[in-house]
């Protein structure tokens, strides 16, 4: 997971409140994503981007908002969290050209 | 959206027997890859395959990219109790963003 930082790990929040996950790589990678990982299931691919300016809904947008204002930042915000967006939330990052995929370690988020 | 289905859900062995996974899709992918993810883990790469008919290894892994691309297996040989984890495919179009798509996992667990 070198090279891919998420923070924080772990976060409670209460129903409505907004908080921002932070994503950051040092890899100089085109390509970011934020997927989410609910127990015992697949990864959702939440949000993308191809590079700095760029961004775009994946299979599970609704409730998220991201930005790429920096090749190295993708910050995924939640507005008003819900029970639903309880999970764990995985970063990951590739080069344009390649098709190796780094994850950030996670990061565990509560809604009660 | 894309689907990937993968099977079995689950897996419990013996120690020392082989296992097969595999992942089926009805859409084509350009590239096959193989993740494993241990407990509080974000997934790591194991395999990845880049063209149809291809097989590859890696140690006792060994994982082939279907001829139709539309689906593909993982084989652990001799399995050992450290090959406990969550096992996933994901493929990857070559549409905008290369978004990669993940199966549901398949749950290895080991007997010693």
């Known amino acids: 997971n070198a090279g891919v930082t998420q923070t924080p790990k772990f976060r409670i929040l209460k129903i409505g409140q907004s908080m921002t996950l932070q994503c950051a790589q040092d890899?100089?990678?085109?390509?970011m994503y934020w997927y989410r990982q609910d127990p015992g299931m697949g990864l959702k691919l939440i949000y993308y981007s191809v590079g700095a300016g760029i961004t775009d809904k994946g299979e599970v947008p609704n409730g998220y908002n991201v930005s790429r204002s920096t090749t190295e930042d993708f910050p995924l915000r939640l507005e008003l969290a819900a029970p639903s967006q309880t999970s764990v939330y995985f970063c990951?990052?590739?080069?344009?050209?390649?098709?190796?995929?780094?994850f950030g370690e996670g990061s565990w988020l509560t809604v009660v | 959206g894309q689907q990937l289905n993968q099977s079995p859900q689950s897996m419990f062995i013996q120690e020392g027997e082989d296992v097969s996974m595999n992942c089926t899709s009805s859409?084509?992918?350009?590239?096959w890859l193989w993740y494993k993810q241990d407990p509080g883990e974000g997934p790591v790469l194991l395999i990845a395959l880049y063209k149809a008919g291809e097989l590859t290894s890696n140690g006792r892994l060994t994982a082939q990219f279907g001829i139709t691309r539309k689906d593909s297996f993982l084989n652990i040989s001799a399995s050992i109790p450290s090959d406990v984890g969550i096992y996933f495919c994901?493929?990857?179009?070559?549409?905008?963003?290369?978004?990669?798509?993940f199966g549901g996992g398949t749950r290895l667990m080991v007997k010693p």
């Open positions: 890899m100089n990678h085109n390509y």
């Open positions: 990951a990052t590739k080069q344009g050209a390649g098709n190796t995929i780094y």
């Open positions: 994901a493929g990857l179009a070559n549409n905008a963003g290369n978004m990669l798509t």
């Open positions: 859409s084509i992918f350009n590239t």
